[in-house]
């Protein structure tokens, strides 16, 4: 099991930016490639980046590319979501999921690629 706590969401104005932090206690952390989503009101669950193991390799949903930059401290147990030039449309709970790679790939962009979730943390943007 891997539990997974989120902080950092908050009220902001638009161009202003929020780093949000998810700290994971249990199975071994850096065993997890890592990722964050989002979800607004009235709409499914979507990707926003993701990180792998070690690290050295990201992905990140068109939405945000250039704009957040997702990263991890292996050491702290603790993943990163780093938001600048925040638009209203971010607007949504985030959420924190971990993922085992399976038959050796990390990259997961879909909700059920990822077994373990956290309780997400609110971004709102207003404009």
């Known amino acids: 099991q891997v539990q997974l706590v989120e902080s950092g969401g908050g009220l902001v104005q638009a161009g202003d930016s929020l780093r949000l932090s998810c700290a994971a206690s249990?199975?071994?952390?850096?065993?997890?490639?890592m990722g964050w989503f989002r979800q607004a009101p009235g709409k499914e669950r979507e990707f926003v980046a993701t990180i792998s193991m070690s690290g050295s390799s990201t992905y990140y949903a068109d939405s945000v590319k250039g704009r957040f930059t997702i990263s991890r401290d292996n050491a702290k147990n603790t993943v990163y979501l780093q938001m600048n030039s925040l638009k209203p449309e971010d607007t949504a709970v985030y959420y924190c999921?971990?993922?085992?790679?399976?038959?050796?790939?990390?990259?997961?962009?879909?909700?059920?690629?990822?077994?373990?979730w956290g309780q997400g943390t609110q971004v709102t943007v207003s404009s």
């Open positions: 999921a971990a993922r085992p790679p399976r038959m050796g790939l990390w990259l997961g962009v879909r909700v059920n690629d990822y077994d373990y």
């Open positions: 249990g199975r071994s952390f850096s065993s997890n490639a």
